[in-house]
């Protein structure tokens, strides 16, 4: 008898093991940023998996599977935007984004993203995603029917169907004192776009904007345009 619950004890011990081994096998790292009204309420890497999601607002008060399979998207389980998003909110620097408000719809067997801490959008305004700069209505799925892979960047931020993502692209290094070029363009579309402030210029009509930093060391530059989300960051060191 003693040696029969011994063997069922590591047997049980095997399998656990096992289990977390396939979980981390499992567990997908990318990139997520959050875009808030005034601020960037996250920008950082995090490692997700396939889950469960617990609705919090609306009648249905219950847990529902978020891993693209269950979701209308296709395919075997995998990390989802929406899943990404969660892990940026239960990291230490992700305080930022609690409470999530996430509402389950049944008929879209998904969630709806409605608030991440205290921002929630209004009048035509939503919490919405991108992957790799592509748009969720471009991909065809809600946050938990896209699939995402090591490497991927996920975009959340309150958009409107008018108000693009801005994406900054600079090199990573530069003279100090010496003119170098940025460019902001339509992070969905790759246009450049003019009017957008990135370190004190300005981008003209391709979306390029020349700069001349005097600091030696990194510095991070970020592009803001009204009436669209603002950029990723990049880092230019000065030399």
């Known amino acids: 008898m003693i040696k029969s619950s011994l063997?069922?004890?590591?047997?049980?011990?095997?399998?656990?093991?096992?289990?977390?081994?396939?979980?981390?096998?499992?567990?997908?790292?990318?990139?997520?940023?959050?875009?808030?009204v005034k601020s960037t309420l996250f920008d950082g890497d995090v490692s997700v998996g396939a889950g469960m999601m617990t609705s919090n607002k609306g009648a249905d008060r219950s847990s529902h599977l978020c891993n693209v399979a269950a979701n209308g998207g296709g395919g075997a389980a995998a990390a989802t935007p929406t899943r990404a998003l969660q892990a940026a909110a239960e990291q230490a620097l992700g305080?930022?984004?609690?409470?999530?408000?996430?509402?389950?719809?049944?008929?879209?067997?998904?969630?709806?993203?409605?608030?991440?801490?205290?921002e929630m959008p209004s009048g035509n305004d939503y919490w919405d995603f991108s992957v790799n700069w592509?748009?969720?209505?471009?991909?065809?799925?809600?946050?938990?029917?896209?699939?995402?892979?090591?490497?991927?960047?996920?975009?959340w931020a309150i958009f409107?169907?008018?108000?693009?993502?801005?994406r900054l692209i600079a090199p990573a290094s530069a003279r100090r004192g010496r003119s170098f070029v940025v460019r902001v363009v339509d992070g969905a579309t790759g246009k450049g776009l003019?009017?957008?402030?990135?370190g004190g210029a300005m981008?003209?009509?391709?979306?390029?904007?020349?700069?001349?930093?005097?600091s030696v060391g990194k510095?991070?530059?970020r592009a803001t345009?009204?009436?669209?989300?603002?950029?990723?960051?990049?880092?230019?060191?000065l030399r």
């Open 134 to 155: 592509k748009m969720a209505l471009s991909l065809g799925a809600g946050g938990c029917g896209v699939a995402l892979k090591n490497g991927d960047t996920v975009l």
């Open 225 to 237: 345009k009204s009436g669209a989300v603002r950029s990723n960051s990049q880092t230019v060191e």
């Open 203 to 214: 981008t003209d009509s391709s979306g390029k904007a020349k700069l001349t930093l005097h």
């Open 219 to 221: 510095r991070i530059l």
């Open 7 to 36: 063997l069922r004890v590591l047997a049980l011990a095997f399998v656990f093991v096992v289990a977390l081994s396939a979980s981390a096998v499992a567990a997908t790292k990318v990139h997520v940023r959050v875009e808030g």
């Open 194 to 198: 003019a009017g957008a402030r990135v």
């Open 160 to 166: 409107d169907e008018t108000r693009p993502a801005l």
């Open 95 to 118: 305080d930022r984004l609690m409470p999530l408000g996430l509402q389950w719809y049944e008929s879209f067997s998904d969630f709806l993203v409605d608030a991440n801490k205290s």
